[in-house]
């Protein structure tokens, strides 16, 4: 059987997490298009435009939520204000990625969605064990997986970030439920 069979939502405070639709591109394009942004994270690349945020949401709309969990991150006010997802690594454990986009920044909302991200693991996605990593140059984040109980593991890697086109210190960190 299997064990989720409709995309999940998670609801928290002041936010909504729930699977990417298509018409969330022009929302993801413009916050993602940001070098402040995609320059954190590995996968985005900068520029990010149109086409890029319409393929992600095709791709998280087929996504196997057995998986992999890509959801958009939506202020109950303010629409969608970033993305948050769980993918398989290749190790074969769950690696946690996120960003916001940059007018949402210091408002908590980041904790806030790891924290019930991470609810949502242990409870129903059934993990209980979640991989992260930030770039050294990067401490908020650093702090947002703190908060949200993760420890480092000691390891830095050195990870490829595509908007950057180099290869950056990353400190990883992991989450035990
Ligand atoms: C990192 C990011 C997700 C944080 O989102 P956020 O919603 O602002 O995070 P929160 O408000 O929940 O928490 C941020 C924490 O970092 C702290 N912080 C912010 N800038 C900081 C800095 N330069 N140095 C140290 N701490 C910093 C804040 O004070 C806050 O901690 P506190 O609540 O203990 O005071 C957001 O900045 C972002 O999307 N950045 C670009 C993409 C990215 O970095 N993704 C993560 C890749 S690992």
């Known amino acids: 059987m299997c064990a989720i069979e409709v995309s999940p939502v998670i609801s928290t405070e002041r936010l909504v997490l729930r699977g990417p639709v298509r018409s969330d591109a022009a929302d993801i394009g413009r916050l993602a298009n940001d070098f402040n942004v995609a320059g954190m994270t590995c996968d985005l690349p900068h520029p990010y435009d149109a086409g890029e945020a319409e393929a992600f949401c095709e791709r998280a709309m087929a996504q196997d939520w057995r998986r992999e969990a890509r959801f958009a991150i939506e202020h109950r006010s303010f629409g969608v204000v970033g993305v948050l997802g769980l993918t398989t690594g290749a ?3 769950p690696q946690l990625g996120y960003w916001l986009g940059r007018p949402f920044w210091n408002r908590g909302y980041a904790t806030e969605a790891v924290r019930g991200a991470l609810k949502w693991v242990k409870r129903d996605w059934r993990r209980n064990l979640v991989e992260a990593g930030h770039f050294a140059d990067n401490p908020a984040s650093g702090q947002v997986l703190c908060k949200a109980g993760f420890l480092y593991t000691g390891d830095v890697a050195l ?14 960190m992991v989450w035990l439920a």
Do not use: C, I
Request: hydrophobic share 25%.
């Open 91 to 93: 190790n074969g454990r």
């Open 159 to 172: 990870k490829d970030s595509r908007a950057r086109g180099a290869k950056v210190p990353t400190r990883m």
